[in-house]
């Protein structure tokens, strides 16, 4: 159980870049539709430079990760729900990217309102006649750059009651929405609905999926529908079929979903790093629903024999120049071995590393056939970060870090864009301090890294 600043810090997803040359101002952007020659590059939030008037600023970089400007300045969102408005509190927003429209004239948008209450020293509110020990309130909105305006879609709210550190009650009202996909004059989206009843941490599924939801209620009903960029309005529509209430990835140029099940039966203790909601994803699927692809059964086929699934990382999808729709992966399994070991068991603990030895696979999904393409492996992702740093690697252990982000937008012109931070850990004596480098996925084949001067980057970022 997390302590108490878990629950205050409402979600916050950051992505990090170093300073890659001076920042620029942007251009004008296109209409409609993105122009043909316009130049592709990787968009992301930063809300490190939050003040009192602005929530955060859009930086971009080019493919190359290089050329940093910034985009756009997005100010601070003023609560629009009546779950915020009619209590009377203070609330401070945290603003988190959801997606950016294909014309960059638009961003989807969470703001996330929260407010925790002393009870103990007599700070009370009462919801249901019972007091409450936190508020989080999520807000989605399209911000319209052009204007500056944010356009109201809706809000869910979640009550915490009866806290104490190793239990809790929880209720969800309201609507999620979850992105998906652009279309030219309207945004299509998954509306997920909670059924507002009260759930205790211990005895229901939220606890299970503590660590991949952040203590979400997981009981909800899913529907379509449509957001109007012209009159920002929300209706019903049957433009696709949500597959769960819970979307991780859509892409209307493949066509291709990919969907979070809270109920996803996780073997929790083999996540050394565990998943994440947006970049894991256990039923891909497309807008009809009519193929699927479980989790489970895609690491089957692209693990080692004998290993099981540790984590795993949705990378992006996109029509490849053969045509195919491509998807990305990036796996980590572990040895069926440690499947004999309980989480807290001291022989485990006492035994890694070196055993169990961990397992990398980068692959490709053919939508189509199911055919699956591996382009590497944890060896020789060591062997090409040995071969790019030289002859100094004979002195060094190179671990690997972990996978980036999904990429969203990525086409036959952009090529996947998968990136692998790497540990070099000198042995030279202990005085000796180790290296951190981040390494890109390149060729035809995806078989060779290339460095990029970037810090290791976390979801979401966007190419546009």
Same mark, same amino acid.
């Given at each position: 159980?997390?302590?108490?600043?878990?629950?205050?810090?409402?979600?916050?997803?950051?992505?990090?870049?170093?300073g890659?040359?001076?920042?620029?101002?942007?251009?004008?952007?296109?209409? /409609?539709?993105?122009?043909?020659?316009?130049?592709?590059?990787?968009?992301?939030?930063?809300?490190?430079?939050?003040?009192?008037? !602005?929530?955060?600023?859009?930086?971009?970089?080019?493919?190359?990760?290089?050329d940093?400007?910034?985009?756009?300045?997005?100010?601070?969102?003023?609560?629009q729900?009546?779950?915020?408005?009619?209590?009377g509190?203070?609330f401070?927003? @945290?603003?988190?990217?959801?997606?950016?429209?294909?014309? !960059?004239?638009?961003?989807?948008?969470?703001?996330?309102?929260?407010?925790?209450?002393?009870?103990?020293? %007599?700070?009370?509110?009462?919801?249901?006649?019972?007091?409450?020990?936190?508020?989080?309130?999520?807000?989605?909105?399209? @911000?319209?750059?052009?204007?500056?305006?944010? $356009?109201?879609?809706?809000?869910?709210c979640?009550?915490?009651?009866?806290?104490?550190?190793?239990?809790?009650?929880?209720?969800?009202?309201g $609507?999620? &929405?979850?992105?998906?996909?652009?279309?030219?004059?309207?945004?299509?989206?998954?509306?997920?609905?909670k059924?507002?009843?009260m759930y205790?941490?211990g005895?229901?599924?939220?606890?299970?999926?503590?660590?991949?939801?952040?203590?979400?209620?997981? &009981?909800?009903?899913?529907?379509?529908?449509?957001?109007s960029?012209?009159?920002?309005?929300?209706?019903?529509?049957?433009?696709?079929?949500?597959?769960?209430?819970?979307?991780?990835?859509?892409?209307?140029?493949?066509?291709?979903?990919? &969907?979070?099940?809270?109920? &996803?039966?996780?073997?929790?203790?083999?996540?050394?790093?565990?998943?994440?909601?947006?970049?894991?994803?256990?039923?891909?699927t497309?807008?009809?629903?009519?193929?699927?692809?479980?989790?489970?059964?895609?690491?089957?086929?692209?693990?080692?024999?004998d290993?099981?699934?540790?984590?795993s990382?949705?990378?992006?999808?996109?029509?490849?120049?053969? %045509?195919?729709?491509?998807?990305?992966?990036?796996?980590? %399994?572990?040895?069926?071995?440690?499947?004999?070991?309980?989480? /807290?068991?001291?022989?485990?603990r006492?035994?890694?590393?070196?055993?169990?030895?961990?397992?990398?696979?980068?692959?490709?999904?053919?939508?189509?056939?199911?055919?699956?393409?591996?382009?590497?492996?944890?060896?020789?992702?060591?062997?090409e970060?040995?071969?790019?740093?030289?002859?100094?690697?004979?002195?060094?252990?190179?671990? =690997?870090?972990?996978?980036?982000?999904?990429?969203?937008?990525?086409?036959?012109?952009?090529?996947?864009?998968?990136?692998?931070?790497?540990?070099?850990?000198?042995?030279?004596?202990?005085?000796?301090?180790? =290296?951190?480098?981040?390494?890109?996925?390149v060729?035809?084949?995806?078989?060779?890294?290339?460095?990029?001067e970037?810090?290791?980057?976390?979801?979401?970022?966007?190419?546009?």
């Amino acid at each position: 159980m997390k302590k108490l600043r878990f629950y205050v810090v409402i979600f916050v997803v950051v992505a990090l870049f170093s300073g890659c040359g001076q920042v620029t101002p942007p251009d004008n952007g296109g209409d /409609n539709k993105q122009p043909e020659n316009t130049e592709k590059r990787i968009y992301w939030f930063d809300d490190n430079t939050r003040t009192e008037t !602005k929530m955060g600023i859009v930086y971009s970089v080019n493919l190359g990760y290089k050329d940093k400007r910034q985009e756009f300045e997005i100010p601070k969102p003023e609560p629009q729900s009546d779950y915020v408005l009619k209590t009377g509190f203070v609330f401070y927003p @945290y603003v988190n990217i959801v997606s950016i429209s294909k014309n !960059k004239k638009f961003i989807l948008f969470s703001a996330e309102f929260g407010k925790g209450f002393d009870i103990e020293n %007599g700070e009370t509110h009462l919801i249901d006649g019972k007091k409450v020990y936190l508020i989080r309130v999520s807000e989605y909105s399209v @911000y319209e750059l052009s204007t500056k305006e944010f $356009h109201y879609i809706g809000a869910s709210c979640q009550y915490i009651f009866d806290y104490n550190y190793s239990r809790a009650n929880y209720k969800e009202i309201g $609507h999620k &929405y979850y992105p998906a996909g652009w279309l030219d004059d309207e945004l299509l989206l998954v509306e997920t609905t909670k059924d507002e009843k009260m759930y205790t941490m211990g005895q229901d599924a939220a606890v299970k999926i503590e660590e991949v939801l952040s203590i979400e209620v997981p &009981y909800a009903t899913a529907k379509a529908v449509s957001f109007s960029l012209k009159d920002f309005t929300l209706s019903p529509t049957d433009k696709f079929k949500p597959l769960k209430p819970w979307t991780s990835y859509s892409d209307t140029q493949t066509g291709i979903v990919g &969907y979070f099940d809270p109920f &996803y039966p996780f073997r929790q203790f083999l996540f050394i790093d565990y998943p994440t909601y947006g970049s894991v994803v256990t039923t891909l699927t497309d807008f009809k629903g009519e193929k699927t692809y479980d989790l489970y059964e895609l690491a089957k086929e692209a693990l080692p024999k004998d290993y099981v699934l540790g984590d795993s990382k949705f990378c992006g999808a996109m029509v490849d120049q053969n %045509g195919r729709r491509m998807c990305y992966y990036c796996m980590q %399994g572990y040895p069926k071995e440690i499947l004999k070991y309980k989480p /807290n068991d001291p022989v485990w603990r006492e035994s890694y590393p070196p055993i169990p030895r961990e397992e990398y696979v980068v692959f490709g999904l053919d939508f189509d056939t199911g055919k699956i393409e591996k382009y590497m492996t944890t060896d020789q992702i060591i062997s090409e970060v040995k071969r790019l740093y030289g002859e100094q690697h004979k002195n060094v252990e190179i671990l =690997i870090r972990g996978f980036g982000g999904v990429a969203d937008g990525i086409t036959k012109e952009t090529g996947p864009l998968i990136t692998i931070g790497c540990v070099i850990m000198h042995k030279i004596d202990e005085s000796s301090k180790n =290296i951190t480098y981040v390494y890109k996925f390149v060729g035809s084949k995806l078989d060779k890294l290339e460095v990029v001067e970037k810090d290791y980057m976390m979801s979401p970022f966007f190419i546009r």
